[in-house]
């Protein structure tokens, strides 16, 4: 049994305060039979947080400067100037030896046994070579899994380590398995995916080493034709079809994923209403348009400003775990354009409201049956409502994870009106 807890039952904590409750137990899964309260032994590992202990978003492991400094700049790309300027300013303290000045907070794991049964000694076999860790802790979400950048002592970043460590993230690890597998048969000449370094088991844990895409290389202009392109391709990659809604193997597959929502929610569960809610709405949605054919493709299932960058040669995309063949084709640019618009601080509702209006514009590229745009978008609704009820992302404290406040509601509104 894994230390780390699916998800808190209270909705009330904060960000900081579930951040560091995760530090806590990822601490433990990677190394086992450790302290980190000061208890003599030998010293495991050492790591400075970051930005301190009360906010933990980065564990940067201590005792090479270049590593230190790599972990930082080689991680993710800011998405504004000022994070940008943040993370350079954090970088050149640690490569400098300034960092004590103004990061306080360390790490430090001892054992009295040695610590032999690591992360860091799991992956150093399973990838042949020396490697050091850094440890990425991010915002509260029902699939938040530990994240590992795994840096040779040269300072190159080798790859990146995901750990499934409950049902949920087991289960969404071996689908990124699956998913870049079946990706690394097909030529795509407009994405580029991360292959597979190890995949495998570690102590109860799904692990999966993917190669790093090169995010730290200059940026070129993304522009709307190279995104079109690029997500047109993913959505060919396994093949197209066509057929009516209501006999489609996608509509079957999601009615049998709202029936699955159904049976495990509760009369007393708190998402007992939005589950009633949305399971209406969908069905009500496909007898509508029944006899509407649509064409079906994969898509990204994730496919959002955070997680691609664009380079001269190439756009890079990562985070395959919601990969799926077989659904109406334009998902990835709703989705898209909906996750542009929340990360802009845009309202969700009005962000939401409007993506459908949009739906037109944005499924363009993807020749879908004309008039069926809109009927995609709400489609594309119900299907991200479910993946968030299943998840139960309220309960792991998601900022909106609550979908009667913004999806729902108008999901609701233009099925009743069509």
């Known amino acids: 049994m ?12 904060s960000d900081a305060q579930l951040r560091g409750q995760f530090l806590r137990e990822v601490l433990q899964l990677l190394y086992p039979q450790c302290s980190s309260t000061g208890e003599p032994g030998t010293r495991v590992a050492e790591y400075v947080v970051i930005p301190d202990a009360r906010r933990p978003k980065l564990l940067v492991p201590l005792g090479s400067r270049r590593v ?35 990061l306080r907070d360390r790490v430090r794991l001892t054992s009295p046994a040695g610590g032999g049964d690591t992360i860091d000694a799991f992956l150093r076999e399973a990838l042949g070579t020396d490697v050091r860790v850094s440890i990425h802790i991010g915002p509260a979400r029902a699939n938040r899994k530990p994240v590992l950048q795994l840096i040779s002592p040269d300072g190159q970043t080798i790859g990146f380590a995901k750990l499934g460590v409950g049902p949920l993230t087991r289960r969404l ?14 030529q795509l000449s407009e994405v580029t995916v991360p292959s597979i370094l190890h995949a495998g088991q570690w ?7 993917q190669s790093a895409l090169p995010v730290w290389q200059a940026r070129a202009a993304l522009t709307p034709a190279r995104l079109q392109r690029a ?9 197209l079809t066509q057929g009516w809604l209501a006999t489609s193997p996608y ?34 949605l496909v007898e509508r348009c029944s006899e509407l054919s649509l064409r079906y493709g994969a898509w990204h299932g994730d496919w959002a400003p955070w ?20 659904v109406p084709l334009g998902f990835d640019a709703v ?45 594309y609704l119900a299907d991200l409502a479910t993946r968030y009820l299943s998840d139960r992302q309220a309960e792991a404290g998601a900022r909106l994870g609550v979908l009667g406040t913004w999806l729902l509601p108008v999901l609701i509104r233009k099925v009743a009106h069509l």
């Open 2 to 13: 894994s230390p780390i807890s699916t998800a808190p039952a209270q909705l009330t904590q």
């Open 68 to 102: 230190a400094a790599a972990a930082v700049r080689r991680f993710a790309e800011p998405q504004s100037r000022l994070a940008k300027l943040k993370r350079d300013a954090v970088a050149v303290a640690l490569q400098s030896g300034a960092w004590p000045a103004v």
């Open 173 to 186: 690890v071996r689908a990124e398995t699956a998913a870049l597998s079946a990706l690394s048969h097909v």
């Open 203 to 209: 102590r109860g844990t799904q692990v999966l080493v």
């Open 231 to 239: 997500m047109t391709e993913v959505a060919a990659a396994c093949g």
């Open 251 to 284: 509509w079957a597959d999601l009615r049998n994923r709202l029936c699955q929502l159904e049976a495990d929610t509760a009369a007393a569960d708190r998402a007992a209403p939005e589950v009633a809610q949305l399971s209406q709405a969908a069905r009500f």
């Open 307 to 326: 997680n691609m960058a664009n380079l001269a040669g190439s756009l890079l995309v990562w985070d395959w775990e919601r990969f799926t063949p077989g």
């Open 335 to 379: 989705h898209y354009d909906l996750q542009r618009q929340l990360q802009d601080g845009v309202d969700p509702q009005t962000a939401v409201e409007s993506t459908v209006r949009r739906a037109p514009l944005l499924l363009e590229p993807f020749e879908v049956v004309p008039g069926s745009a809109e009927v995609v978008a709400l489609l």
